[in-house]
């Protein structure tokens, strides 16, 4: 198949809440079937509103005003409600940020682990439970029958977070969105999860969208990345290249002030002022 699995051409949207203050620029993007792509970029610069562009969920005072987002070929912005249902949970799904708020408290694992394989994909409460356990199974996790019985507070974050990886790969989506799903996690768990994520993808054959601050993290898991800067692709292709031969400065400076270059604590030199100037000219921001 020749067509991307996912192309976004031209996406632009603007804040009602900020008297119409653009949020994304004429963003373009495309991804293909199991490719891994990291969008980057500052607090700020539009990754979680492109990811809830994809799964539909955009607040009513984000207003997009331009552009398409082809999924398989079919605009999800222009898809009728009862057909943008059908793909949203089960062609595209979520692996959420925050593990400990993500999970129903008042239900054990098993019920919101089969709810789905049961209403979206007809299985029998028998085979739900089954396929639960094989999923656990394949996120890393020994005694899938208890975790199953559990409720959510009985699970570490860790653990939280295998439960909810596996239930976004549970109805085989094409494409998963991650937003941040490691920031909430201690940085041992952190890495692990990554691993985890990368090796279902693979397994699965899944095309993953995964937000981060993270250039370490692209590095390690993406196959290709987008910079993003206030709502504007910087730069965008193979991580390999980006990484190694970046053209803009501002991808420069950004790899030259480390893996996490919204901490300057972390990293060797934070990105300097003369940079987002050129920046800020460049997209024409006057502020
Ligand atoms: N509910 C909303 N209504 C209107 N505008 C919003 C809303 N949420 C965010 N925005 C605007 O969209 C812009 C981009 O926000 P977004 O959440 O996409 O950034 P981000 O790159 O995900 O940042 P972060 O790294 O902090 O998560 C923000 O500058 C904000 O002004
Ligand atoms: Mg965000």
């Known amino acids: 198949m020749t067509d991307p699995l996912l192309s976004i051409t031209g996406l632009s949207a603007v804040s009602e809440r900020e008297n119409g203050a653009p949020i994304l620029r004429d963003v373009s993007l495309t991804l293909t ?47 009728p409600a009862h057909e943008l249902r059908k793909i949203m949970g089960s062609e595209i799904s979520l692996i959420p940020q925050d593990p400990q708020t993500a999970l129903n408290p008042g239900r054990r ?118 910079l993003l800067y206030a709502g504007k692709v910087i730069e965008q292709g193979s991580t390999a290249e980006v990484l190694t031969t970046p053209r803009h400065i501002y991808t420069q400076a950004l790899i030259a002030a480390g893996p996490r270059y919204d901490r300057p604590d972390a990293g060797l030199e934070p990105v300097p002022q003369s940079v987002f100037e050129q920046l800020r000219a460049e997209i024409g921001i006057s502020r």
């Not at 709810?115 to 028998?126: E, N, Q, T």
């Not at 199974?137 to 029958?145: A, K, L, M, W």
């Not at 199953?148 to 507070?153: A, E, Q, V």
Request: hydrophobic share 40%; glycine share 10%; proline share 3%.
């Open 33 to 79: 079937r199991g490719e891994v792509r990291g969008l980057v970029g500052e607090s700020g610069a539009g990754k979680s509103t492109i990811a809830k562009a994809l799964l539909g969920i955009l607040p009513r005072t984000v207003r997009i005003t331009g552009g398409a987002i082809r999924f398989e070929g079919r605009d999800l912005l222009t898809l």
């Open 109 to 226: 694992i098993e019920a919101q682990l089969t709810d789905g394989l049961r209403m979206r994909r007809g299985l029998s409460i028998r085979e739900a439970h089954d396929r639960a356990a094989k999923l656990l199974e394949e996120v890393h996790i020994r005694d899938p029958e208890r975790v199953l019985r559990s409720y959510p507070h009985e699970l570490s974050g860790g653990m939280r977070q295998r439960v909810l990886i596996a239930d976004a790969f549970a109805l085989e989506p094409k494409l998963v969105i991650a937003d941040e799903p490691t920031t909430a996690l201690d940085v041992t768990v952190q890495k692990q999860i990554l691993r985890l994520i990368r090796s279902m993808q693979q397994a699965h054959g899944t095309g993953v969208i995964f937000v981060t601050h993270d250039l370490g993290v692209v590095a390690q898991i993406c196959d290709s990345v987008t």
